[in-house]
């Protein structure tokens, strides 16, 4: 449980293109006077994603754990929001070890689900890392019918290597934001520009179908991103489409959501 404290003066939230856009906002709408509101991102696409929020100062940048020690230790922080993607396992439990070591008050910003009814499961199959699922994609791609064979990867380009090394990169078509360092790393792994979708999301179900009717998909591989992150309009596409969709399962992600944290500030 955590204590509402009048005396919390600086924040520092980790994470800002998703929720943690949403909370750095609501909480610089409702900062005290002298509280400072520090929002630590990795890239500069995050730090654009904060632009036009007054009150809260950005700093960008990625931190392994020595960097991020040092971070907070500077910024003398009395308390450390991780609202970090569901997926960043390795950056949470930097921010918990540092927050541990140094005596931080830590809070986990959790993203909400988003469930999926019976209409829009279709043709699902569910993996517990992209290893995983390569491997079974893998073996679909090479019993599969020809011109069903085209893969749409939405898991951004962290884990494309999981793909591009078991998988032809002629049947891999990639959607990842439109940064120099997502498309350099597509670029890095073989892919062509024709096979790189270079834009930012969340998408809607008909921009969704669009691509798989663009790319001719057979299989739409997703995260379970959860609330937010367009993953159900993914879904309902790729029924909409009947094609398959392949998800990595979303990490046991223990937290609070948006309003439970906004109520002891």
Same mark, same amino acid.
């Given at each position: 449980?955590?204590? +509402?404290?009048?005396?919390?003066?600086?924040? /520092?939230?980790?994470?800002?293109?998703? %929720?943690?856009?949403?909370? =750095?906002?609501?909480?610089? =709408?409702?900062?005290?006077?002298?509280?400072?509101?520090?929002?630590?991102?990795? +890239?500069?696409?995050?730090?654009?994603?904060?632009?036009?929020?007054?009150?809260?100062?950005?700093?960008?940048?990625?931190?392994?754990?020595?960097?991020?020690?040092?971070?907070?230790?500077?910024?003398?922080?009395?308390?450390?929001?991780?609202?970090?993607?569901?997926?960043?396992?390795?950056?949470?439990?930097?921010? #918990?070890?540092? /927050?541990?070591?140094?005596?931080?008050?830590?809070?986990?910003?959790?993203?909400?689900?988003?469930?999926?009814?019976?209409?829009?499961?279709?043709?699902?199959?569910?993996?517990?890392?992209?290893?995983?699922?390569? %491997?079974?994609?893998?073996?679909?791609? =090479?019993?599969?019918?020809?011109?069903?064979?085209?893969?749409?990867?939405?898991?951004? +380009?962290? !884990?494309?290597?999981?793909?591009?090394?078991?998988?032809?990169?002629?049947?891999?078509?990639?959607?990842?934001?439109?940064?120099?360092?997502?498309?350099? #790393? /597509?670029?890095?792994?073989?892919?062509? %520009?024709?096979?790189?979708?270079?834009?930012?999301?969340?998408?809607?179900?008909?921009?969704?179908?669009?691509?798989?009717?663009?790319?001719?998909?057979?299989?739409?591989?997703?995260? !379970?991103?959860?609330?937010?992150?367009?993953?159900?309009?993914?879904?309902?596409?790729? !029924?909409?489409?009947?094609?398959?969709?392949? *998800?990595?399962?979303?990490?046991?992600?223990?937290?609070?959501?948006?309003?439970?944290?906004? *109520?002891?500030?």
């Amino acid at each position: 449980m955590i204590i +509402s404290d009048s005396n919390i003066m600086k924040i /520092c939230i980790f994470g800002g293109t998703t %929720e943690g856009r949403v909370l =750095a906002e609501r909480l610089a =709408a409702k900062r005290k006077t002298d509280q400072e509101i520090v929002v630590s991102v990795a +890239s500069d696409y995050g730090e654009e994603m904060l632009r036009g929020i007054s009150g809260i100062k950005v700093h960008v940048g990625r931190l392994d754990r020595e960097k991020m020690s040092d971070f907070l230790v500077e910024g003398a922080f009395d308390i450390v929001i991780d609202a970090t993607h569901p997926f960043a396992t390795e950056v949470t439990g930097n921010i #918990k070890f540092c /927050c541990e070591k140094l005596g931080i008050r830590y809070i986990r910003l959790k993203r909400e689900d988003e469930e999926a009814s019976g209409s829009t499961l279709g043709k699902v199959m569910y993996f517990d890392s992209p290893d995983a699922l390569s %491997e079974k994609l893998t073996e679909l791609i =090479a019993s599969g019918d020809e011109g069903k064979t085209n893969v749409l990867l939405t898991t951004g +380009s962290k !884990e494309l290597t999981s793909f591009t090394q078991r998988i032809d990169v002629r049947h891999l078509f990639v959607r990842v934001l439109p940064t120099k360092e997502s498309i350099d #790393k /597509c670029l890095e792994a073989g892919l062509t %520009e024709d096979h790189i979708i270079s834009l930012k999301g969340p998408f809607s179900v008909e921009e969704n179908v669009a691509h798989i009717r663009k790319y001719n998909i057979s299989y739409l591989v997703t995260k !379970e991103s959860g609330a937010g992150s367009g993953y159900l309009n993914k879904l309902k596409a790729a !029924e909409a489409e009947d094609i398959t969709t392949m *998800i990595v399962r979303r990490p046991d992600d223990d937290g609070l959501t948006l309003d439970e944290i906004l *109520i002891f500030f």
